[in-house]
């Protein structure tokens, strides 16, 4: 669908489709859909942070009418979530406001019916089952002019429909993605697909995902190469992987979502135990890069003031001593803070005209150091201004 609307017969006029996943919309903190998105768009497409748009470009090209959000997955987060945004969109959409939702049928169903409310003035667009007829035809169109394994029978499985459970599978998307994945591209025998498992469209799909993993992998294998940077580098261990899936399944069933977000797994799965284990790792590896830091910090103001009587050895152990403590309060700090709820961000690296900034905060760190190095210890100072200002009186007598 997205594909359709950016394709040749967009006209220039027309707003740009935008795919956005609903699961990040908390409808309670941005209760007007365009508010949330004026927020998102900024994040997931970072070209509209550029300065020569201004500071709102994504809400001024919301406010226009230029964007048309494609909301994804309404049947991917929990039930009560799903009322809230179906109530959010009936209250704050405003006359000529447009938007896509994307679900499956019997959560959308399900969803209405605990909102006691439809989508005022919304079009419900549900898929036609897939002809036999198209569904050979796709499948056909896939295959290589000379097939591997005789696909006969399953021409004949399909015209006739004398397979319940092929019948029903192929007739969706997804069936013929599954069927084209594990008996297509790995070039495998279609023999099951008019088996036994055939005849019962459950079984049928359950078998066609316990073989999903291993003819994914098997399809891909890895590259070396840099300019293939959807390839895997490693060889994956379906079985493993299978292990790993599973796990990540279950977790996302408990926190009853479909939405496998890699920047929320964190929270998810790592137990407060585990958290608190990472934070005294942070605290260690803080401590020990800030003594570092501190003790060369210190063993260079102790080098830039040895007129001043400052010991070299002094200088570099208060340095360390300061810094140890100062890195693990940080790490510690970062390690018990919020990362494990962040969401990705955006983050400019480029250099130009930032060159003077960043000299300036260097200059000002080091000037820190230095401070702190010829400070912490004032008998010495005194010391040897209590002798300098001897000699200087002893000569004027």
């Not at 006029?13 to 908390?26: A, E, F, I, Y």
């Not at 015209?159 to 599978?169: K, V």
């Not at 400070?375 to 002798?387: F, I």
């Amino acid at each position: 669908m997205l594909l359709h609307l950016v394709g040749p017969s967009r006209d220039a006029t027309d707003p740009v489709p935008v795919l956005v996943p609903v699961n990040g919309w908390d409808t309670a903190a941005y209760p007007r859909l365009h508010d949330w998105l004026a927020t998102r768009l900024p994040r997931d497409y970072p070209a509209l942070n550029a300065p020569q748009f201004g500071p709102d470009a994504a809400k001024t090209l919301l406010d226009h009418g230029h964007i048309l959000p494609i909301l994804d997955g309404l049947d991917e987060i929990p039930k009560q979530a799903r009322v809230a945004v179906i109530g959010a969109l009936n209250r704050r959409l405003n006359q000529g406001d447009q938007f896509i939702l994307t679900s499956r049928f019997d959560e959308f169903a399900e969803a209405v019916e605990q909102a006691g409310d439809v989508l005022t003035a919304a079009a419900v667009i549900s898929p036609a089952p897939i002809a036999p007829a198209d569904a050979e035809n796709y499948l056909r169109i896939c295959l290589p002019p000379v097939p591997h394994h005789d696909w006969t029978p399953i021409w004949a499985a399909l015209q006739t429909a004398s397979h319940a459970g092929l019948s029903r599978l192929a007739g969706t998307a997804l069936g013929l993605w599954l069927i084209r994945t594990v008996y297509i591209t790995p070039a495998t025998d279609p023999a099951p697909l008019i088996g036994h498992l055939a005849q019962q469209e459950e079984t049928l799909r359950a078998h066609l995902f316990n073989h999903l993993i291993a003819a994914v992998i098997d399809s891909r294998p890895p590259s070396d190469d840099p300019a293939e940077h959807f390839r895997p580098r490693i060889a994956w261990n379906p079985d493993r992987a299978r292990d790993h899936l599973t796990y990540l399944a279950g977790v996302l069933r408990q926190h009853s979502t479909y939405d496998l977000a890699w920047w929320q797994l964190a929270q998810h799965t790592i137990p407060h135990t585990g958290r608190r284990r990472a934070a005294w790792r942070a605290g260690l590896v803080g401590g020990l890069t800030g003594g570092l830091a501190g003790g060369l910090a210190g063993l260079l103001a102790s080098m830039l003031g040895i007129m001043l009587g400052l010991g070299l050895r002094t200088g570099f152990y208060g340095g360390l001593a300061f810094g140890l403590i100062g890195g693990f309060v940080s790490g510690l700090t970062f390690g018990r803070g919020t990362w494990f709820t962040e969401t990705p961000g955006y983050a400019d690296l480029h250099l130009p005209g930032r060159t003077t900034n960043l000299t300036k905060h260097l200059r000002n760190a080091l000037a820190k150091w230095l401070i702190f190095g010829l400070g912490p210890w004032p008998q010495n100072v005194d010391t040897s201004c209590h002798a300098a200002s001897r000699t200087l009186s002893d000569r004027c007598s």
